[in-house]
């Protein structure tokens, strides 16, 4: 009988100590209740979220917004290329070009070149008169 309550009170002290060691969401899931949610201990600073891509502003002053893969100058051959294919006169082409370029709306980001272009008349295969868009 005694090694009975001996054992008993050992195994009291070895669950009460394991209960001690595990967290408030461990006793409680131990018991078969629910978690409780996660507290948030920080400021909120650095897990702000932003309203839009800081990428890509929202408009465009002169032109459209666009997503480019490439943006370089006529001289590029790529670009001297698609222009005398589309029959552009390549003295008309001055500034940038975005080539494959898709227009940017809403809170669309660009990973590759954000520019602001004024001829995209060529269903993004190049889009002319294009300016860096800086954040």
Known sequence: MKFTSSLAVVAAVVV????????????????GL????????????????????????STCSAGHLQCCDTVTTSSNSE???????????????????????STLTGNKSCRKSTVCCEDNDYNGIISLGCTTVTS
């Open 79 to 101: 670009a001297s290329t698609i222009i005398e294919l589309l029959g552009i006169p390549a003295e008309d082409v001055t500034g940038l070009l975005g080539l494959t370029c």
């Open 16 to 31: 009460s100590v394991d209960a001690a060691a595990m967290g408030p969401n461990a006793q409680r899931m131990a018991q």
């Open 34 to 57: 629910p978690p409780l949610p996660p507290r948030n201990l920080g400021t909120g600073v650095f897990g702000a979220k932003r309203t839009a891509p800081s990428s890509s502003p």
